[in-house]
């Protein structure tokens, strides 16, 4: 069994930063994409961005465009989420995705493999 666990949420004021990490483990498992998802109460789970290893390639959903960042390091099937300008609407539980499918990794069926979340509240 493949396990995903995220760390590095928490409460940050409006236009502050964290960095979310992602960390795979668990069987022989190697990803050929990694991404994350974030849903807040009440709305449905949306994209927030991904990274293909080959390339690399990354996606980023428009309204982090700029502000977000996706990185991370294929051999050790970690990834990270380097979040600045953080706003109020950005107050979700983000969750980590990982698969070892060849999409773009945009939406939620691309994945085989999902973390517990993690809490990211802004405060206004």
């Known amino acids: 069994q493949v396990q995903l666990v995220e760390s590095g949420g928490g409460l940050v004021q409006t236009g502050g930063s964290l960095r979310l990490s992602c960390v795979a483990s668990?069987?022989?498992?190697?990803?050929?994409?990694m991404g994350w998802f974030r849903q807040s109460p009440g709305k449905e789970r949306e994209f927030v961005t991904s990274i293909r290893w080959s390339g690399p390639s990354t996606y980023y959903a428009d309204s982090v465009k700029g502000r977000f960042t996706i990185s991370g390091n294929n051999a050790k099937n970690t990834v990270y989420l380097q979040m600045n300008s953080l706003k109020p609407e950005d107050t979700a539980i983000y969750y980590c995705a990982a698969a070892s499918g060849w999409t773009r990794g945009l939406t939620g069926a691309d994945y085989q493999y999902w973390g517990q979340g993690t809490q990211v509240t802004v405060s206004s």
């Open positions: 668990g069987r022989t498992f190697s990803s050929s994409l």
